[in-house]
């Protein structure tokens, strides 16, 4: 990933106005139509988990999420069918070998764990879609916002960084 | 990193492609706009780059919403639309059939969801308001680089195989062949009937099953579009919805049907072992009818108590008998499969309430197979040659286990669910004990009882009647079998009744029946061949419980019966009759039309890595050896997507889903907000 990439929109206004961005990439099957429950039952909760519908977890590539934090995501999570669920069998199989590698590329890229999480939520647990959302969101506005420019500038000045501030 | 959109968009446009997207924003009566400020979102929508014109309306879904749709497409020549509503699942059909009357593809078509996940969700008016914007933002930026999408299309071949030679396999047999469809049966067994031919009564209607199954085994057996192959085993699984190749091997019976006197043929056999139809109650011979009047009439050799040793060859008759028949491999052309392959009793293991220790413990199917005057005592009470006064029956042995109390099956899980059938079937079985012999006591040692069914609760009633008595233990301290210390009765069980708040109990008895639970069958080889989706219970699972009951993930599968879990003779005939609609509905159709959302391959990226092999669950990529790159089989493809995120060189993309289109969708999300007066 070159500085290029990184760039991000500024941010509008003062840190008083922050809230987290976190996106929320969901399987149809399960996740989704678990979202959709919570919402049939008006469970109310935290507005910043703005939905990518996939048909699959199997579908998320690691490198849209890189992607969403490289692009002003202070958040991501990964939600899918519980195993043994799964509408294509074992989609879901792949993407819990891949999300806790993903979790050390991020760990080398300087994003916090806990600024993603990899969860498993049925079309029935509307409850458990809202807390997930809800304990997401204060996990992230506790941590910050995910502020590229300002961990770029500390990294170059202070030669840190996953490759020791050279560029490979 | 690839970052193309921006390129793909402006390849689109050079093509002539420019988008005009048209935004429809609905109110839903207030659902929406309740919450959301619809005139703020619009003002925003309005000024991004690409929309055509943004319109709201009471209701989208209505026949005046949907016209409006179709009207603007045509008058302001939009070519792409979205609209924000209520949730896909309930209206993406809708008006993706409505964009198709307006005269463009339904996959130029995105949906945004602002009620179920904004507007019912989010109580704070400027955050609904701000999230219905992202959410809009983004199906734009979606709906821009959507491209025109075909349905797929394929031809079905006019036949049915149905795995199973069960109540549940024959009665979809029959319904399809009834439609005038060609079938094909097959059994693993030498005999048709599966587990209700070893029952004797059944509710809820007290007729004798083999009476039930043999009507049925008659329909089956007269019907010329119904082939039926008896002793048949899976051995491999080729192909997809409309055109499976599915290759059995048959294994030889050893009688011919020019066997005329069977009964001197099994007579004359020395080898005697384990009458497994009996369940063990009895003995028979290694050539054997399971029971008279069954079908086939033609007697099986069981090959691995044969010793070949020809003395059924004399007494058979000429060319009876053929102890040299190999086994054959047959290749069977179906259009759909209908499994129906049915469950097993759970198999108490030793010592549990003393089974196996005491020959007086046995289970509900045996206590069966001994009410049946054609069954091993000629319907005689008389176990161990004791006639039999005081019976007990155990609830739940193998259903609603409990962590810690109870050890875990060969896969290291135990059993939570309820059987369901085994309540029912244990007081229908009461009754028969009562009315049969008024003076033989009954104990009912339940956790709970469960007679759900139509009809069911009647049985309990009239065993509470007859005077059974009820005694309820607490899960976490079942009660224990052991030997009459006076050494009056062969079983003494102890117990703590709930009942009677606690009391304790001794109950001499001369029997137990364990009402045995329900358990999937070893499916592997099923499991393998077609990719089923497998539950948590070991069960089959279909698509969707409510939505799609019976079809399975894999198109062109469907279920039948107890396969997907316990179900009662009845259920198990439901559903069925549902398997075989759906599979003669298919049929019917002579073709079918699958969604657009499959993954291709670009063969000038693709570097024949053959890790999308590896990644897809249905077998669907396979490699061109020619041109060394992996290629996708459309028809088995379900379009989940897996091989995308699999594929190192992002050499394949996956229709309505491609990289570029929900990198748009994400980057739009994460656009920097706009500040949202209200």
């Known amino acids: ?168 | 990193m690839r970052y193309e959109a921006p390129e793909k968009l402006s390849e689109q446009r050079r093509n002539g492609d420019e988008p005009r997207v048209g935004v429809f924003v609905c109110h839903c009566g207030g659902n929406i706009s309740d919450i959301v400020d619809v005139e703020k979102v619009v003002e925003q929508i309005r000024k991004r780059s690409g929309v055509a014109c943004v319109t709201t309306h009471q209701f989208c879904c209505s026949d005046p919403g949907q016209a409006v749709i179709e009207q603007s497409i045509r008058e302001r020549r939009l070519n792409r639309i979205v609209v924000a509503a209520c949730s896909p699942s309930l209206h993406e059909l809708t008006f993706r059939r409505a964009v198709a009357r307006g005269g463009l593809n339904p996959y130029l078509f995105e949906h945004a969801n602002i009620r179920e996940h904004v507007s019912w969700v989010v109580d704070d008016r400027k955050e609904a308001t701000a999230k219905a914007g992202r959410l809009i933002r983004a199906a734009v930026a979606r709906a821009a680089r959507l491209a025109p999408l075909e349905k797929r299309r394929i031809p079905i071949h006019p036949s049915v195989l149905v795995i199973g030679g069960g109540v549940a396999g024959l009665t979809a047999a029959r319904d399809l062949a009834n439609r005038g469809i060609r079938v094909r049966l097959i059994e693993s067994t030498p005999f048709l009937g599966g587990r209700l031919a070893q029952l004797y009564k059944i509710y809820p209607t007290g007729q004798r099953a083999r009476d039930v199954i043999g009507g049925l085994i008659r329909e089956v057996s007269s019907n010329p579009l119904i082939t039926v192959y008896t002793n048949a085993e899976l051995v491999e699984a080729r192909g997809f919805i409309g055109d499976f190749h599915t290759t059995i091997r048959l294994v030889p019976r050893g009688a011919t049907e020019r066997c005329t006197d069977a009964q001197a043929a099994i007579n004359a056999c020395p080898e005697e072992t384990v009458d497994q139809f009996n369940l063990g109650l009895a003995r028979r011979k290694a050539i054997y009818l399971p029971y008279k009047g069954c079908y086939p009439s033609i007697p099986a050799i069981d090959w691995r108590n044969c010793t070949r040793c020809g003395a059924c060859l004399e007494a058979g008759g000429v060319g009876s008998i053929d102890l040299d028949e190999k086994p054959r491999e047959i290749v069977i052309r179906s259009g759909a499969i209908v499994i129906a392959v049915g469950l097993n009793t759970y198999p108490p293991r030793y010592g549990e309430y003393g089974f196996g220790q005491f020959a007086e413990v046995i289970t509900l199917a045996q206590m069966n197979r001994l009410l049946d005057p054609t069954g091993p005592t000629q319907g005689e009470l008389v176990v161990n040659g004791r006639r039999i006064r005081r019976v007990g029956f155990m609830h739940c042995v193998g259903s609603l286990q409990h962590e810690g109390v109870h050890k875990p099956m060969r896969d290291g899980r135990i059993n939570q669910y309820c059987s369901r059938v085994c309540c029912t079937t244990t007081m229908h079985t009461a009754v028969e004990l009562k009315t049969r012999w008024p003076g033989v006591q009954v104990y009912d040692f339940h956790e709970d009882i469960r007679t759900y069914g139509r009809r069911h609760e009647g049985y309990y009633d009239k065993v509470c009647r007859q005077g059974v008595v009820f005694l309820r233990f607490d899960p976490l301290r079942p009660p224990r079998v052991g030997v009459d210390p006076k050494g009056e009765w062969p079983l003494v069980l102890r117990t703590v009744d709930r009942l009677t708040f606690g009391e304790e109990l001794e109950v001499p008895l001369d029997l137990l029946v364990l009402a045995t639970g329900l358990v999937a069958r070893d499916m592997s080889k099923l499991v393998d061949l077609y990719r089923c989706s497998v539950g948590a219970d070991r069960f089959l699972m279909e698509v969707h419980p409510k939505l799609r009951p019976v079809e399975m993930a894999t198109f062109g599968l469907f279920l039948a019966g107890s396969v997907q879990g316990p179900m009662d003779i009845g259920e198990s005939t439901a559903a069925a009759a549902a398997a075989a609609s759906k599979a003669a509905a298919l049929l019917k159709a002579g073709q079918i039309e699958l969604d657009p959302f499959v993954a291709e391959v670009d063969t000038s990226k693709c570097s024949g890595c053959r890790i999308c092999l590896q990644a897809c669950p249905f077998a669907a990529t396979d490699r061109d050896e020619a041109a060394r790159t992996a290629k996708i089989n459309q028809a088995l493809c379900t379009g989940c997507g897996t091989c995308v995120a699999s594929c190192p060189c992002n050499a394949i993309q996956q229709r309505g889903f491609r990289d570029d289109q929900v990198e748009a969708e994400l980057l739009a999300l994460l656009e920097a907000e706009e500040p949202v007066g209200v």
């Open chain 1, 1 to 168: 990933m070159d500085a290029t990439e990184l760039r991000v929109e500024p941010a509008l206004d003062t840190q008083t106005a922050w809230e987290p961005r976190i996106v929320g990439f969901l399987c149809l099957w399960c996740s989704y139509t678990g979202a959709d429950n919570a919402g049939t039952a008006r469970m109310k909760y935290a507005p910043n988990v703005d939905i990518v519908k996939v048909m699959c977890s199997g579908r998320i590539d690691p490198d849209l999420i890189l992607t969403a934090f490289a692009k002003g995501a202070d958040g991501v999570m990964v939600l899918g069918c519980h195993v043994g669920d799964c509408h294509y069998i074992s989609g879901n199989h792949k993407t819990m070998v891949r999300m806790p590698l993903l979790r050390r590329v991020l760990e080398d890229f300087g994003i916090e764990p806990e600024r993603f999480r990899h969860e498993w939520v049925s079309a029935a647990e509307g409850e458990k879609f809202s807390r997930l959302v809800s304990e997401m969101t204060e996990q992230v506005r506790e941590l910050g916002p995910l502020d590229w420019k300002a961990r770029l500038k500390e990294c170059t000045g202070e030669n840190l960084g996953p490759w020791g501030g050279e560029h490979p």
